[in-house]
């Protein structure tokens, strides 16, 4: 790798360690093993490559969550229930090892209020994710059917950033698969 890989590398280890706020220039020149001078010619400023680190980490969060139902395409159940469940269960057991993520989204939400060139950053990435997730998770293709894949995934990452949220707060109680089918069922069946 090179001084621009290592200190993205770098920077998403601190992210996930010490945050979005706590995280400065001389802690990913540490994890990076490269120099301060990097980080401007690589990326412009330390919010820039922050930034670049997040979308990373948000991303191979959406991949790996993605795969969850993109994984077992052919073996998951034709069923939308069933189907459903196959995938939060997936997810859910995910829950433990995507706390971190979770964890930093948490605290970039809460400064994008203070950071436009932040909120901008996230927002295509963001769209993008929602139609990665209604075709991971529902098998809805977005080039297909893009308005069914948009409404689909407005609704997943609802569900996801909703059931994540739950199990930071209280894993005891958040959410299991079979929890989300059953509140799924009376939602639509009434019952």
């Not at 436009?116 to 209604?134: N, V």
């Not at 991971?136 to 080039?143: R, T």
Request: glycine residues 10%.
């Amino acid at each position: 790798m090179g001084h621009k890989e290592d200190l993205l590398e770098g920077a998403k280890r601190c992210l996930l360690e010490k945050g979005y706020g706590r995280t400065t220039a001389r802690d990913i020149v540490a994890a990076s093993g490269t120099n301060l001078a990097s980080i401007g010619y690589h990326y412009g400023s330390k919010d820039a490559l922050l930034q670049q680190a997040f979308l990373a980490l948000t991303e191979e969060w959406g991949d790996r969550a993605g795969a969850a139902g993109a994984e077992g395409e052919k073996t998951l159940p034709a069923d939308p229930y069933e189907r459903f469940h196959a995938v939060w269960e997936q997810v859910v057991a995910a829950a433990g090892a995507s706390r971190p993520v979770w964890k930093l989204q948490t605290e970039v939400v809460t400064r994008i209020d203070d950071d436009e060139k932040l909120r901008e950053a996230i927002k295509e990435p963001q769209r993008e994710g929602r139609l990665g997730m209604a075709q991971g998770f529902l098998g809805i293709d977005p080039e297909k059917d893009p308005e069914k894949a948009r409404v689909a995934g407005l609704l997943c990452q609802a569900l996801a950033t909703g059931v994540m949220i739950q199990w930071m707060v209280d894993p005891d109680t958040a959410p299991s698969a079979d929890d989300l089918t059953a509140g799924l069922r009376v939602l639509m069946e009434g019952q």
